[in-house]
C-alpha cells in the first residue's frame, strides 16, 4: 500500500503590467462637457450666443496620461490531494495496481484593469447626424480630432473544485514475466465539481442579489477514461506496441465571460474534452550504443475548447467566451534516437511532426446563421515540426568525481495561437516564430565533501544565440491592437548542489 499527500499554495502579487507595451501615452481627453472646448469662436457662434461662445473658445481640451492598456493583478491559490494505492509484487506473469485519488482546490483573483480608447471625433461627435450642415465648418475647426476615452474595469472571482477518481490497471505477459507477447489494461473513472463566484467584471462590483446569482454558478462533470496495450518482444533489443486509449478533460466557467442581467444570462459552464488516441512504435536498442524509438498516432479531439473574443458591455473591458467549438483530428510522427559513439561521448536526437485537420469549428455568419468555419481555423500552439539534437561529454576525473559538458538546439517551427482569422483580425502578427535555440551547460559532480554525498556545480547557459523570438501573444482585435510576449534573451547562471 502506498500513500501520497499534497498540499500546495501560491500567492501572486503584479503591480503593473503594460499589455499594450507602448508605455505611458499623453494627449487629448474625450468628456461629453468638453467636446467643444477650443473651437473657433466664429463657429461657436452659430450655435450659441456670443459670451457662451468666447467662453467655450478659451477653454483649453483636458489631456490625459495613461497606457491603452495596463492590469495590476492579485491572486492565490491553495490545493490538497491524497492518492492511496494497493500495489501488487512485482516480477509475475501478472501485476496490477488499485487506488483512489481525492483532490480539492480553491482560489481567488482580481484584476483591475485600465483602458484608454482613442476616438475619432470627426466621426463620432461632430458628423452630419449629431450637426447637420454644421458638421464640416465643425470637423475643420476641431481642436484635437482623436481623443482618448478613459475606462476602469476590474474582474475579480472565487473558485473552488473538487475531484474523485477510482482508476485500477493490470499487466499480463503469456508464459511468464520473460515472455514476448504482453497487454496491459487500464481504467479509471472521475467525477469533478466546479464552483465559480464572479464578484465584479465591469466598472463596479456587483450588489444587485439576482445579478450575484448569474455569477454565482456550479457544475459537475464524470467520464470514464483508460487504455489497452499490446506489446511483442521481438528479441532482446526490439519491443513493438500498438495503443489505443481515450483522455477526457473536465468542463467548467470562464471568469471573463460577460452576462447580463437585462436578459438574464448567467455565467454558462463548457462542457469536458475528450480525445481518442491510436499509436503504434517501436523501441530499439543495438549492441548497447544505439538506441532508436519511434511511433506513428492518430487522434480524435472532440468538444476542442475555443476561446472566443467578447465585448463587455457597459463595463470597458475586454472579455471572451469559452466554447466548445467541434472536432479536430490530427495525427504525427515521432522519432527519437541515442548514440554512444564512446564511453564518453553520446549523441541524441528527436524529430516530430504533426499534422492538424480541423473538422468542424461552429462560427455564427453576418446574418446570424451558423456556419462551419472549419476550413479558417487554425489550431493554436500546435508546430508543425520539433527537433532536438545534443552532444554529451563526460570526463572522469577519479573517484566519484566528473566533468560533464552538454550542448543542445532544438527548433520549434512557427504556430498560431490565435487562429480563428474570423474573431482575431491580428493572428498573423501574433504567431509564435519559428525559433532554433541553442543552450549548454558545463557541470563538476561527485566532490565529496565531509559528510556530503557530492557536491555539484553548473555553469550553465540559454539562449546562446540571443535569438528573439515570441512566445504568448494576445489578440485584443475589438481594441484595435494585439500585444506579444518574448521569450527570454540569452541567459546564463551558476548553480550549487549537494546530497546529504
Not at 473658445?57 to 491572486?75: C, D, S, W, Y
Not at 520473460?178 to 472521475?190: D, K, N, P
Not at 488516441?277 to 544505439?290: D, H, I, M, N, Q
Not at 500552439?381 to 572522469?396: D, E, I, L
Request: aromatic share 12%; charged share 15%.
Amino acid at each position: 500500500m502506498r500513500s501520497t499527500t499534497s498540499l500546495r499554495w501560491w500567492r501572486n502579487s503584479i503591480g503593473g503590467n503594460d499589455i499594450d507595451g507602448l508605455g505611458l501615452i499623453r494627449g487629448p481627453m474625450f468628456t461629453s462637457a468638453t467636446t467643444l472646448n477650443g473651437m473657433p469662436e466664429s463657429t461657436l457662434a452659430l450655435l450659441m450666443a456670443a459670451p457662451n461662445a468666447a467662453f467655450l473658445a478659451a477653454q483649453p481640451v483636458p489631456t490625459t496620461t495613461q497606457g491603452l492598456f495596463e492590469t495590476v493583478n492579485f491572486r492565490r491559490q491553495k490545493q490538497f490531494s491524497q492518492e492511496v494505492e494497493i500495489i501488487s509484487d512485482s516480477g509475475g506473469s501478472f501485476e496490477w495496481v488499485l487506488g483512489g485519488f481525492f483532490f480539492k482546490e480553491s482560489g481567488y483573483e482580481r484584476n483591475p484593469q485600465s483602458f484608454l480608447f482613442v476616438l475619432d471625433t470627426n466621426q463620432t461627435v461632430f458628423n452630419t447626424t449629431n450637426f447637420g450642415a454644421l458638421a464640416p465648418l465643425l470637423q475643420a475647426g476641431n481642436p484635437a480630432r482623436y481623443r482618448g476615452v478613459p475606462q476602469s474595469s476590474t474582474i475579480g472571482y472565487r473558485s473552488w473544485s473538487e475531484s474523485k477518481a477510482i482508476y485500477g490497471q493490470g499487466a499480463y505477459r503469456f508464459g511468464g514475466p520473460e515472455g514476448a507477447l504482453g497487454f496491459t489494461l487500464g481504467m479509471r473513472y472521475s467525477w469533478d465539481k466546479k464552483h465559480l463566484a464572479v464578484f465584479q467584471n465591469g466598472a463596479a462590483p456587483y450588489t444587485n442579489p439576482v445579478q450575484i446569482g448569474l455569477n454565482d454558478q456550479r457544475k459537475s462533470f464524470s467520464a470514464p477514461t483508460g487504455h489497452l496495450t499490446l506489446d511483442y518482444r521481438a528479441s532482446d533489443d526490439i519491443n513493438v506496441y500498438a495503443r489505443v486509449a481515450r483522455g477526457y478533460r473536465s468542463g467548467g466557467f470562464n471568469a471573463r465571460q460577460p452576462t447580463s442581467l437585462a436578459n438574464n444570462i448567467g455565467l454558462i459552464p463548457f462542457d469536458e474534452e475528450t480525445i481518442t488516441s491510436y499509436e503504434v512504435g517501436f523501441k530499439t536498442e543495438f549492441a548497447k550504443r544505439l538506441r532508436l524509438n519511434g511511433a506513428v498516432f492518430y487522434n480524435e479531439y472532440k468538444d476542442q475548447l475555443v476561446s472566443l473574443p467578447i465585448p463587455i458591455t457597459g463595463g470597458g473591458s475586454f472579455g471572451n467566451a469559452v466554447i466548445n467549438a467541434g472536432q479536430t483530428n490530427y495525427w504525427g510522427v515521432e522519432l527519437e534516437g541515442r548514440l554512444a559513439a564512446t564511453d564518453k561521448l553520446t549523441f541524441d536526437g528527436s524529430f516530430g511532426y504533426v499534422k492538424n485537420s480541423p473538422k468542424d469549428f461552429p462560427q455564427a455568419t453576418t446574418t446570424g446563421a451558423n456556419a462551419n468555419a472549419a476550413s479558417l481555423f487554425n489550431p493554436g500552439y500546435a508546430p508543425k515540426y520539433t527537433v532536438n539534437v545534443g552532444a554529451t561529454y563526460v570526463q572522469p576525473l577519479g573517484g566519484d568525481a566528473k566533468l560533464t559538458a552538454r550542448v543542445g538546439y532544438n527548433y520549434t517551427s512557427s504556430f498560431w495561437m490565435f487562429g480563428n482569422p474570423i474573431t482575431s483580425p491580428f493572428g498573423i502578427p501574433t504567431k509564435g516564430d519559428a525559433r532554433g535555440l541553442v543552450d549548454a551547460q558545463l557541470r563538476l559532480d561527485g566532490l565529496g565533501i565531509g559528510n556530503s554525498d557530492g557536491l555539484g556545480v553548473t555553469l550553465w547557459a540559454k539562449n546562446l544565440t540571443n535569438k528573439a523570438y515570441v512566445i504568448r501573444s494576445v489578440d485584443l482585435g475589438q481594441l484595435g491592437y494585439s500585444t506579444t510576449i518574448y521569450g527570454e534573451p540569452r541567459t546564463y547562471g551558476l548553480t550549487f548542489d549537494v546530497k546529504f
